[in-house]
DNA sequence: ATTAGCACTCCACTTTATTGAGTGCTAACA
DNA sequence: TGTTAGCACTCAATAAAGTGGAGTGCTAAT
């Protein structure tokens, strides 16, 4: 059996239906719904078909009719490829989005020193807008180098070490030395550090510790080994992935998903947040399939979600990315019969936001 | 009529045995349970008084007693009272409860550098170990001094400062100014800003800033005025309350809270935190009723929690103390039937060892 | 190929037992 | 006077039976 044009439409247009009443779609609602001005009849004929395609399922004999995951694929491709067509049209679209969005501007370009801040606000400001969970991780970098390290004394014998790397990541770390250390050896030490470290990626400085470490075998081994110890623990610690989430309690809105177990299973994974990490995505080998616009962003339908416990979701996610490389994810989680059109939509606009706000930055 | 001794043991023991079963207390039971010998049939008539006094209830009127707030808060009060009195005890208690929390310590022994971490794995074991939500707040200072501010080029027109505030708490903050600085003029501008707002509070600061700007009125003092903006904005956030909470999928393991409105506004509230801030206690002033060894616990059943989200659950919070004088709270939720108990007992435990801790550190 | 018509299915909802835990009350008892 | 056995009564919870309606599949006519 082919999937003609006519099957296609009607497989949209109960997907349609579904996705705004979220009840099982019958054929006399299609029947009036659509402008095909065919009868229940023959709908029910095509629906019959459709089912045994497998893109649409009956709960029970004699309900109307659901989209399967693989009926929602087809609706979300197609989406997506009209998507990438409309290329000409965002900058109006965008327009017309931004009436909607100003909060979301606002949010954005309120000064938040703090990349976590911001962070957790869009994350909050997406969860508001759109009704669903939500999550977005730190910018990922590969090999980071560091710019420049600079070490102070505390107290007695605690130092200070402010860690700058390219594209001003900063971390500070408290370092308890075992023996205390003059001023002017503190001068060396940082000399030192800034001379044999700068510039060096974390592999890259793992592997000339130990030479270096040698070379300077002095009167202050010990501290410096010390030292090099947290720079480097810190170093690795600081492009860990950190993940936000928030609107969890959305799911309460879908009674799909809103009974005790699974929305048990589903906010435990957004608290944990260490399974999201799933959704990050390592390669960026999909290009070829993602034409065009839709470049980075990437729906999945239900079982095809790398997070088990959101297999009765589905799950949109984007790649940001900022100037120097560094890449991050969006993810917005909710139940199947998401509004994908907006989300998508509302995700595009999202990364285009931030780019800009950490441009300006 | 009077609230004998006998009544109080047939409260206690409704009240016991309705926390372990959750389910509403006959009077059969108690005569069973408890070591009074005496009929049901006598039981039945006590009960009936004791639901007079308020103390407990039926949710209808062919069903076992279940406790009030009143009741539970007279349980409370009165292990509470024990509890003090057990200050010899303490040794014993708290090696007896070790084994139980040895993972516990062996999460916050483990080397975090962050304060941050920190407390959340505190939240997170802590939740873990009571079956319960958990909260847990930044520590808080009152008049905070400032150490030292550490100001470096990062870029053309970027600086980076780092503070350092009494107790070693750090921030940093990356400014933009608008004109670049030499190298030698950074060096002037770091003495300067030691020089005149080391040692003083954000009050202070506030205070001393226009003075000291307008006596530095030299070439650059639009930047002064930006960095000094930037640091008296970095000091004011740098204290401000920070929530951390785990476990919030507990609240599923007990039915009586698991209901999709009920849990859905419990869980909002622990995910905005906003809320929770009514929990941490002001003023010292409670000093008086909470005795001894209870000083700094705090038990809120039902209505009396000052969280209205929280009206249907008990709160127990703890007050924990660095030794400079810092305070933060700590929080379990949990429904009111909770084991009042364990959760003193563990929040006692927790918080000496994150004395310990921070101690160390 | 399309459609009207009709018998059939099955969920969702309401109604009507049935059960059993637990009470309150009374009368007897120490 | 306090305690207790006994019994009638209540009421949630569960099961069983009945009803309505939305929607289907099939057949025969167009």
């Known amino acids: 059996m082919e999937l003609d044009d006519r099957k296609v439409k009607i497989l949209k247009a109960v997907i349609k239906t579904y996705l705004e009443t979220g009840e099982p779609v019958g054929s006399r609602t299609i029947s009036k719904y659509t402008d095909l001005s065919l009868s229940s009849a023959t709908i029910r004929n095509e629906m019959a078909d459709l089912e045994e395609l497998g893109y649409i399922i009956q709960p029970h004999t004699s309900a109307g009719r659901i989209p399967t995951d693989k009926g929602y694929r087809l609706y979300v491709d197609d989406m997506m490829k009209q998507k990438a067509k409309e290329l000409d049209d965002r900058e109006i679209q965008v327009n017309d989005r931004e009436k909607e969005l100003d909060s979301m501007r606002d949010v954005l370009s309120e000064k938040v020193d703090r990349v976590e801040e911001l962070l957790q606000n869009v994350a909050k400001v997406l969860a508001k807008d759109t009704n669903y969970a939500t999550m977005i991780t730190t910018p990922q970098v590969k090999g980071n180098k560091l710019k420049f390290v600079q070490l102070s004394q505390l107290e007695a ?112 994974a957004l608290e944990e947040k260490q399974s999201l990490s799933g959704l990050v995505k390592e390669d960026e080998d999909q290009l070829d399939e993602d034409s065009d616009d839709n470049h980075g962003i990437q729906v999945y339908i239900g079982n095809e979600t790398p997070v088990e416990s959101m297999k009765d979701c589905s799950v949109v996610t984007a790649t940001y990315e900022l100037q120097d490389g560094m890449k991050g994810t969006i993810g917005i989680i909710g139940p199947k019969r998401m509004d994908y059109d907006k989300v998508v939509g509302t995700l595009k606009t999202i990364r285009s936001q931030l780019d800009d706000v950490f441009k300006k930055t």
């Open 157 to 268: 014998n605690k130092l200070l070490a402010v860690i700058v790397m390219d594209g001003n990541m900063i971390r500070n770390k408290v370092i308890t030395v075992s023996e205390e250390i003059s001023q002017e050896n503190m001068l060396k030490l940082n000399i030192l550090l800034n001379t044999s470290l700068t510039g060096l990626t974390l592999e890259q400085m793992n592997m000339s510790i130990i030479s270096k470490m040698e070379n300077q075998a002095g009167e202050h081994t010990q501290i410096i080994k010390e030292v090099l110890d947290a720079i480097v623990e810190t170093i690795s610690n600081a492009d860990n992935l950190k993940i936000y989430t928030s609107g969890a309690t959305n799911i309460f809105k879908y009674p799909e998903l809103s009974d005790s177990s699974k929305a048990s299973e589903l906010i435990y």
